[in-house]
């Protein structure tokens, strides 16, 4: 089965610094993706940045970008010129089949001003 | 476009008592699915379905239904209101086929007493 762990409960950064979140899974896969989602106070699941394990490159979005250590096992997020807005719990998933997002705990990610 | 639409948004329910959430998507999507989010949590899935008239159980699927009879919607049936389901429910969408993006509506807040 799928696990995912995400080890930094809380994490607090001045705005513009750069901060990196991690993520360990364990699949028995060897071809799958790798989501992170930010949920904001409203709730709402927003797609960051997704991974395709089979692509030695790092995903890169904008101000996101992701450590993609396969062997590791392991699957970071770092957030450059962090903003006010970036504020939000992040979540860590990987499917576990159809439908099935296994999820991480979760690290609530605060800028401050 | 609407995406995928959740209603109701805040529910209070009385032990006992049961009740529908309500999810539709407008993307034409195969797969469907609910997650339910505890306090502190990350989403657990709690059954999805991967075409009209297909469901199957997720992780935490006790106390549900749903039923699949378009390919639009998808809703989520709790049959005796339990205090432990007191929860964010949300609904989720996807093209079938390996690695799709997941988009999730915006949540519904259930409080069971």
């Known amino acids: 089965a799928q696990t995912v762990t995400q080890s930094q409960p809380e994490m607090s950064v001045q705005e513009a610094e750069t901060v990196t979140l991690s993520c360990t899974y364990d699949t028995s896969e060897n071809n799958y993706y790798l989501f992170w989602y930010k949920q904001p106070p409203s709730r709402q699941m927003i797609l960051v940045i997704r991974q395709e394990a089979y692509k030695q490159q790092n995903a890169t979005e904008n101000r996101f970008s992701v450590n993609f250590q396969k062997a590791a096992k392991s699957f970071s997020l770092k957030i450059s010129d962090s903003q006010l807005g970036d504020t939000a719990m992040y979540f860590c998933?990987?499917?576990?089949?159809?439908?099935?997002?296994?999820f991480g705990q979760g690290t609530r990610l605060t800028i401050n001003p | 476009n609407a995406g995928v639409t959740q209603t109701p948004k805040f529910q209070v329910l009385k032990t006992g008592q049961s009740m529908t959430l309500q999810c539709a998507q407008d993307?034409?999507?195969?797969?469907m699915s609910w997650y339910r989010q505890d306090p502190g949590m990350g989403l657990r899935l709690i059954h999805y379905?991967?075409?009209?008239?297909?469901?199957d159980q997720g992780e935490v699927p006790n106390g549900y239904n749903v039923s699949r009879s378009t390919t639009e919607d998808f809703p989520l049936r709790l049959l005796s209101a339990a205090p432990s389901q007191t929860s964010v429910y949300f609904c989720?969408?996807?093209?079938?086929?390996?690695?799709?993006?997941?988009?999730f509506g915006e949540g519904s807040w259930l409080t069971v007493v």
């Open positions: 993307m034409n999507h195969e797969y």
């Open positions: 379905s991967v075409g009209a008239g297909i469901t």
């Open positions: 989720a969408s996807s093209y079938s086929g390996f690695g799709n993006t997941i988009y």
């Open positions: 998933a990987l499917p576990g089949g159809a439908q099935k997002l296994v």
